[in-house]
């Protein structure tokens, strides 16, 4: 248990549907991480929150937003669901936004049928 | 932009020696990750670079070179449970942050 917690682990709806992903950093992390992974492209970042705070954006679509709240849990909210959306999706928390360690939940498997 | 590049697969026998490489090229450079990634699973944090030189720890050490925009990690004593993806990310500048920027990962298959 890396101490990362990401709801749920797997989440299967259909196209045109609106999903929300939750992830509890790691006691003391105060900065969370989003990442996508799919078969061709890899970890593509999508969005920092730091202390509450957006810190940083990355490949994210309009039709997701994240959020960070004052437990420091975050949530990704996926909207109008499309094929294309299919894949993993990875938290990651550190100390702070500059520290080094990384780490990352077990991922939340979607699929959009 | 932020380009990692990595060999996409490779192979290797139990109990020998593999080097992965990772070319890199990033503004705002801050330092070098190695990850490894079972299928399916989180990825775990290996190895981290700031700067050059070589960072050993057990079985697996990793090299990095700024000037070159360059890293490899070094798998020794290789075992079946090493096959896996393993994956190289640089820390760069985004916004107020720094960001790891992860390349596509090397698939490396150990076999008998």
């Known amino acids: 248990d890396s101490g990362v917690t990401q709801t749920p682990k797997h989440l299967i709806t259909a196209t045109g549907q609106r999903v929300t992903l939750r992830c509890s950093p790691r006691?003391?992390?105060?900065?969370v991480y989003w990442y996508q992974q799919s078969l061709d492209q890899g970890l593509q970042f999508l969005i920092q929150?730091?202390?509450?705070?957006?810190?940083a954006k990355g490949n994210i679509l309009e039709r997701f937003s994240a959020q960070q709240f004052p437990d420091l849990h975050s949530e990704l909210n996926l909207s109008s669901l499309e094929l294309g959306d299919s894949a993993l999706y990875f938290c990651?928390?550190?100390?702070?936004?500059?520290?080094?360690?990384?780490?990352f939940g077990s991922g939340t498997r979607l699929t959009v049928v | 932009g932020q380009n990692i590049d990595q060999p996409t697969e490779m192979t290797a026998t139990e109990g020998a020696i593999v080097q992965i490489n990772c070319t890199y090229q990033?503004?705002?450079?801050?330092?070098l990750f190695w990850y490894q990634q079972h299928a399916g699973e989180a990825p775990t944090f290996l190895s981290y670079n700031v700067l050059d030189g070589l960072e050993e720890k057990g079985r697996f050490s990793s090299f990095l070179s700024r000037s070159k925009g360059y890293s490899y990690l070094l798998l020794k004593e290789l075992q079946m449970k090493d096959s896996a993806s393993y994956l190289c990310a640089a820390k760069h500048a985004s916004g107020g942050s720094y960001i790891p920027t992860f390349g596509r990962g090397t698939s490396l298959i150990v076999h008998p």
């Open positions: 990651a928390s550190s100390v702070d936004g500059s520290s080094y360690g990384y780490t």
């Open positions: 929150y730091y202390n509450g705070e957006e810190r």
């Open positions: 006691s003391g992390d105060l900065s």
């Open positions: 990033t503004s705002g450079f801050n330092g």
